[in-house]
């Protein structure tokens, strides 16, 4: 009988796996694919506090180091956000995870290739494996097994489609600016943004996420407006959680982990580091849970400092959602004439919304920019 069994290898169920089998908890993980890190479904940028902040080991699977962003308004009015040292990262993302494997079964986590979950039963974990059905035993349950997750529905939790956004992604051949990423908003990415992200002069990671609609179709009106001609290769189609973190994460032995629990930054997309952040959080509570009896909802307890934070992005993302076209405009116009750029170059900060909101809410110049915004923050 294992302690615990992981559904999905991906970073979040990487990390509690490897964290739960170092406190000396028999642990399995199991992956419905047969490699772990593929399909990549992944723009692979990573912020470099987040990846300071984690301790991820990634010098051998940068391909880009970036150090600042243009955002463009749906009239193209741009804010450009640049420093000197390199802000993001862009990795492989296949190789990432599989960086991530490698630690956890070093750890001595059993490692089970295409293996999908079925059902759970208390401590019955129902899998099929390689074709063939099996059952195992755990006492706890984690899913971290993505946007679509089995273990949330089993869990009895079902979630709106509203709750994602759809994103689709090619890298594509052309010129780009090495240096810094695109993101361009309008009503062709519907609730959501199109970004730009390079690897090198010759080659990028073009995507874009809506809310609703079709999404290819919404790709082809964005590559008409940025004028994309180049060999597009390896597509990818996948839902991104855009709302706010899952409040209902353990029910009796199962746990949510990662975009299964809508752990992901509502304002950029962004999920590894959350998703590591909130893996060591979910192993801390199932390991004071099996040594000293604590419940496994203290969970809620260890993710509050990464909720606060997602829980910013959602609000500045539904503050976002709420601007047409021309208000986007004419807000890019006014922040580009106050000097929003330069605050942004000093206060900006890609994990931890609540740094530079905490300044601007200091800065009465700054929040006259944003009164509509008052709404969604105190809301
Ligand atoms: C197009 C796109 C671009 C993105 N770009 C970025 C980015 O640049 N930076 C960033 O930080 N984030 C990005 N994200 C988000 C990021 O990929 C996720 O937030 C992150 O992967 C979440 O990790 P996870 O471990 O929770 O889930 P996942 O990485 O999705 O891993 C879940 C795993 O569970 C497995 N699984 C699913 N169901 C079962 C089952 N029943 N049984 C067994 N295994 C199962 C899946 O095969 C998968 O391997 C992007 C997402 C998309 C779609």
């Not at 302690?3 to 993980?29: F, H, M, S």
């Not at 629990?261 to 959080?281: E, H």
Request: proline share 3%; glycine share 8%.
């Amino acid at each position: 009988m294992d302690t615990v069994i992981v559904v999905g290898g991906g970073p979040a169920g990487l990390t509690v796996a490897r964290e739960c089998q170092k406190n000396g908890w028999k642990t399995t993980l199991i992956e419905e694919h047969k490699e772990i890190g593929v399909p990549i479904n992944c723009t692979g940028i990573i912020s470099a506090d987040g990846v300071r902040d984690t301790g991820l080991k990634i010098d051998d699977i940068v391909v880009n180091r970036v150090r600042g962003a243009r955002i463009f308004s749906p009239k193209n009015i741009e804010l450009k956000v640049q420093r000197t040292e390199t802000v993001a990262f862009v990795v492989e993302r296949d190789k990432l995870d599989k960086k991530l494997a490698q630690e956890a079964t070093e750890a001595g986590v059993e490692l089970l290739l295409e293996t999908s979950l079925l059902d759970v039963r208390n401590e019955t974990v129902f899998v099929k494996s390689r074709g063939r059905g099996e059952i195992k035993k755990a006492k706890i349950v984690v899913g971290a097994d993505g946007p679509y997750s089995k273990t949330r529905s089993l869990m009895g939790i079902n979630l709106p489609k509203e709750k994602f956004a759809h994103a689709y992604q090619f890298r594509v051949k052309g010129n780009f600016e090495k240096d810094f990423v695109q993101v361009h908003l309008g009503s062709f990415a519907r609730n959501y943004f199109a970004w730009v992200v390079p690897e090198n002069e010759e080659m990028a990671r073009i995507g874009l996420a809506v809310s609703d609609g079709s999404v290819r179709e919404s790709f082809e009106e964005f590559e008409k407006k940025i004028g994309i001609t180049g060999e597009k290769c390896d597509m990818c189609s996948a839902l991104i959680p855009c709302a706010e973190p899952l409040r209902d994460v353990v029910r009796k032995n199962m746990m949510l982990v990662g975009d299964a629990a809508l752990q992901a930054k509502a304002t950029t997309g962004g999920g590894i580091i959350a998703a590591i952040n909130a893996g060591k959080a979910c192993a801390k509570a199932i390991d004071l849970h099996l040594k000293q009896n604590a419940p496994l909802s203290d969970y809620n307890k260890y993710l509050s400092g990464i909720n606060r934070e997602l829980l910013l992005h959602w609000k500045i993302r539904k503050y976002m959602n709420s601007l047409s076209d021309d208000k986007f405009d004419d807000l890019f116009a006014k922040m580009k004439k106050s000097g929003v750029e330069d605050f942004l170059n000093r206060h900006g900060h890609m994990e931890k919304p609540s740094l530079f909101v905490g300044k601007i809410l200091k800065n009465p110049s700054m929040w006259r920019l944003f009164p509509d915004a008052i709404n969604f923050f105190f809301s």
